[in-house]
C-alpha cells in the first residue's frame, strides 16, 4: 500500500534531574556541595533512508518518544545524557507542524536530517549555586522537559519526469515500455491507484526516473477523484510529460482534455506551468489517430492563452513509434533544468519566514498570564513561567523560596495584587496550589 501522508506524535526526552549532595570524605572537613547537573534528554531526529519508498512503517507506529537524561550524581559526576531517537523517512519527505502547517523540515537527499524535537536540557545539581553568601546550598532544579508537539509527514516522490493526462490515456503502458518497471495496466479508468517509478537509460548512457502520477480528472485541484492525492508529487518533478489520447474510438476531445488538465495543474499551484512541457500524442497506431493530431494541432496554434506552443509528439506504446525521440529529447530538457526549479527556494524562504514568525511570537508572549476559576482560584499560566514550575525542585525548602524569589523579580506578585488578589487567596500553577501572603 502507497501511503505518503501521515500524522504523528513526537516528544523528546526530559533531561535529567540536578541532585543535591554533600562531600563526606574522610580528613576532608565542610567538604561543601558535591551534587552533579543531570543528563541531556534524548531529540527526535528525522533523518533520510533511501531504501523507503512510502510512509507506511508510520501507519501503525504514530508515536515516538525519545529517552530521558540520566539524573545527576554524587561527587560533583554528571548523568548520562540520552540517545537520540532517529527516525528513517523516504527521501522527499516534508515534515510540517501538524496545528499551524509550518515547514519544519524538507528532506530531499541522501545525508538530509532534522532535529525536529529538542531534548530538555539536563538540571543543575547543588555545586552550581554555592556562592560566598550560600557556601553549602540544598537546591537543585529538576530537568527541562522535552519538547512535545504533533507532527504531519508529506511524502512528494523523486522523480525527474512526471506523466500526466486523464486515466487510460496510456501513461503506464508509456512506462512500462521505456522503463523496466511493471504498472499494473487494464482497459478501465483509475487503474493506477498510486505512484509508479521507473528508471530511463539513454543510449548515450544517460539515465532520469520518470513517474506515472495517476488520478488527474476535471476538479482533482478541489478534490474530484484521485487527483488531489497525487498533485504533490507533481511538485517535485522537472519536465512533465502530458499525455494526450488520439484515439477516436474514445469518444472525447483531446485539445479540450489537453486545457483540462492544465487547468487543474494550474489551480493546484500556478508555477507547474512554468515547468518545460511536452505533448505526448498516444495511441497513434489507432485508425484515425492521424486526423485527431492534425486538428488538436491546429487547435494547439490558435491557442491565444500560450506564449510559445509546446512541441508535441507522435507515438504508440505498442508500435514504440516516437519513444526514443521523446525520451532523449527529455533527457536534454532535463540537463537544461535545474534542480527542482523554482520550488526549493519558495519553499526555504517560506520556512525561514514562519521561523522568523516563531521566533517573533516567542519574543512578543507575555511571561505569564492570569486568570480566575470559578472557586476563586488565582489560575497562573504561560510558557515561560510553566517552564521554570516544572524545573523546580519542589521537595527541598530552598528550591521553594528560590522559586517565589524568581516569581517576584518576574512580576507576579505585584499582577496579582493589581488583579485584587489578597493574604489568604489561593494561587494555582499547573497542579501546585499557594497561598499568597502580602
Given at each position: 500500500?502507497?501511503?505518503?501522508?501521515?500524522?504523528?506524535?513526537?516528544?523528546?526526552?526530559?533531561?535529567?534531574?540536578?541532585?543535591?549532595?554533600?562531600?563526606?570524605?574522610?580528613?576532608?572537613?565542610?567538604?561543601?556541595?558535591?551534587?552533579?547537573?543531570?543528563?541531556?534528554?534524548g531529540?527526535?531526529?528525522?533523518?533520510?533512508?533511501?531504501?523507503l519508498?512510502?510512509?507506511?512503517?508510520?501507519?501503525?507506529?504514530?508515536?515516538?518518544?525519545?529517552?530521558?537524561?540520566?539524573?545527576?550524581?554524587?561527587?560533583?559526576?554528571h548523568?548520562?545524557?540520552?540517545?537520540?531517537k532517529?527516525?528513517?523517512?523516504?527521501?522527499?519527505?516534508?515534515?510540517?507542524?501538524?496545528?499551524?502547517?509550518?515547514?519544519?523540515?524538507?528532506?530531499?537527499?541522501?545525508?538530509?536530517?532534522?532535529?525536529?524535537?529538542?531534548?530538555?536540557?539536563?538540571?543543575?545539581?547543588?555545586?552550581?549555586?554555592?556562592?560566598?553568601?550560600?557556601?553549602?546550598?540544598?537546591?537543585?532544579?529538576?530537568?527541562?522537559?522535552?519538547?512535545?508537539?504533533?507532527?504531519?509527514?508529506?511524502?512528494?516522490?523523486l522523480?525527474?519526469?512526471?506523466?500526466?493526462?486523464?486515466?487510460?490515456?496510456?501513461?503506464?503502458?508509456?512506462?512500462?515500455?521505456?522503463?523496466?518497471?511493471?504498472?499494473?495496466?487494464?482497459?478501465?479508468?483509475?487503474?493506477?491507484?498510486?505512484?509508479?517509478?521507473g528508471?530511463?537509460?539513454?543510449?548515450?548512457?544517460?539515465?532520469?526516473?520518470?513517474?506515472?502520477?495517476?488520478?488527474?480528472i476535471?476538479?482533482a485541484?478541489?478534490?474530484?477523484?484521485?487527483?488531489?492525492?497525487?498533485?504533490?508529487?507533481?511538485?517535485?518533478?522537472?519536465?512533465?510529460?502530458?499525455?494526450?489520447?488520439?484515439?477516436?474510438?474514445?469518444?472525447?476531445d483531446?485539445?479540450?482534455?489537453?486545457?483540462?488538465?492544465?487547468?487543474?495543474?494550474?489551480?493546484?499551484?500556478?508555477?507547474?506551468?512554468?515547468?518545460?512541457?511536452?505533448?505526448?500524442?498516444?495511441?497513434?497506431?489507432?485508425?484515425?489517430?492521424?486526423?485527431?493530431?492534425?486538428?488538436?494541432?491546429?487547435?494547439?496554434?490558435?491557442?491565444?492563452?500560450?506564449?510559445?506552443?509546446?512541441?508535441?509528439?507522435?507515438?504508440?506504446?505498442?508500435?514504440?513509434?516516437?519513444?526514443?525521440?521523446?525520451?532523449?529529447?527529455?533527457?536534454?530538457?532535463?540537463?537544461?533544468?535545474?534542480?527542482?526549479?523554482?520550488?526549493?527556494?519558495?519553499?526555504?524562504?517560506?520556512?525561514?519566514?514562519?521561523?522568523?514568525?516563531?521566533?517573533?511570537?516567542?519574543?512578543?508572549?507575555?511571561?505569564?498570564?492570569?486568570?480566575?476559576?470559578?472557586?476563586?482560584?488565582?489560575?497562573?499560566?504561560?510558557?515561560?513561567?510553566?517552564?521554570?514550575?516544572?524545573?523546580?525542585?519542589?521537595?527541598?525548602?530552598?528550591?521553594?523560596?528560590?522559586?517565589?524569589?524568581?516569581?517576584?523579580?518576574?512580576?507576579?506578585?505585584?499582577?496579582?495584587?493589581?488583579?485584587?488578589?489578597?493574604?489568604?487567596?489561593?494561587?494555582?500553577?499547573?497542579?501546585?496550589?499557594?497561598?499568597?501572603?502580602?
Amino acid at each position: 500500500m502507497f501511503i505518503d501522508q501521515v500524522t504523528i506524535e513526537i516528544k523528546a526526552g526530559k533531561g535529567g534531574d540536578g541532585m543535591v549532595a554533600f562531600r563526606r570524605e574522610k580528613y576532608v572537613p565542610n567538604g561543601g556541595p558535591a551534587g552533579g547537573d543531570g543528563g541531556r534528554g534524548g531529540s527526535i531526529v528525522f533523518e533520510v533512508d533511501e531504501g523507503l519508498r512510502t510512509l507506511m512503517d508510520f501507519r501503525y507506529s504514530k508515536h515516538f518518544r525519545a529517552e530521558s537524561g540520566e539524573k545527576g550524581m554524587i561527587k560533583g559526576m554528571h548523568g548520562h545524557g540520552a540517545p537520540d531517537k532517529r527516525v528513517q523517512v523516504p527521501e522527499g519527505t516534508t515534515i510540517k507542524d501538524a496545528e499551524t502547517g509550518a515547514v519544519i523540515a524538507d528532506l530531499v537527499h541522501k545525508g538530509d536530517y532534522a532535529v525536529v524535537a529538542k531534548g530538555g536540557r539536563g538540571g543543575r545539581g547543588n555545586i552550581r549555586f554555592a556562592s560566598p553568601k550560600n557556601p553549602a546550598p540544598e537546591i537543585s532544579e529538576n530537568g527541562e522537559p522535552g519538547v512535545e508537539r504533533k507532527i504531519q509527514l508529506e511524502l512528494k516522490v523523486l522523480a525527474d519526469v512526471g506523466l500526466v493526462g486523464f486515466p487510460s490515456v496510456g501513461k503506464s503502458t508509456l512506462l512500462s515500455v521505456v522503463t523496466s518497471a511493471k504498472p499494473k495496466i487494464a482497459d478501465y479508468h483509475f487503474t493506477t491507484l498510486s505512484p509508479n517509478l521507473g528508471m530511463v537509460r539513454l543510449d548515450d548512457n544517460r539515465d532520469f526516473v520518470i513517474a506515472d502520477l495517476p488520478g488527474l480528472i476535471e476538479g482533482a485541484s478541489v478534490g474530484v477523484g484521485l487527483g488531489i492525492q497525487f498533485l504533490r508529487h507533481i511538485e517535485r518533478t522537472r519536465v512533465i510529460l502530458h499525455l494526450v489520447d488520439m484515439n477516436p474510438e474514445e469518444g472525447r476531445d483531446p485539445f479540450d482534455d489537453y486545457l483540462k488538465i492544465n487547468k487543474e495543474l494550474k489551480n493546484y499551484d500556478p508555477e507547474l506551468l512554468e515547468r518545460p512541457q511536452l505533448i505526448v500524442a498516444s495511441k497513434m497506431d489507432m485508425p484515425g489517430a492521424a486526423e485527431q493530431l492534425e486538428a488538436f494541432k491546429k487547435q494547439l496554434a490558435e491557442d491565444s492563452t500560450v506564449e510559445e506552443t509546446p512541441r508535441v509528439f507522435s507515438t504508440s506504446s505498442i508500435t514504440r513509434e516516437g519513444l526514443q525521440t521523446l525520451m532523449n529529447v527529455a533527457g536534454d530538457l532535463l540537463e537544461e533544468t535545474p534542480m527542482f526549479p523554482a520550488l526549493n527556494l519558495k519553499e526555504q524562504e517560506a520556512q525561514q519566514k514562519i521561523y522568523d514568525f516563531e521566533k517573533e511570537q516567542e519574543k512578543s508572549a507575555p511571561d505569564f498570564v492570569i486568570n480566575r476559576d470559578e472557586d476563586l482560584t488565582w489560575v497562573l499560566s504561560g510558557e515561560k513561567l510553566e517552564r521554570l514550575y516544572q524545573m523546580t525542585n519542589m521537595d527541598r525548602d530552598e528550591s521553594l523560596m528560590r522559586f517565589a524569589r524568581q516569581l517576584r523579580g518576574m512580576g507576579v506578585d505585584d499582577a496579582l495584587r493589581e488583579r485584587g488578589a489578597k493574604s489568604g487567596d489561593i494561587v494555582r500553577i499547573d497542579k501546585f496550589s499557594f497561598e499568597f501572603v502580602e
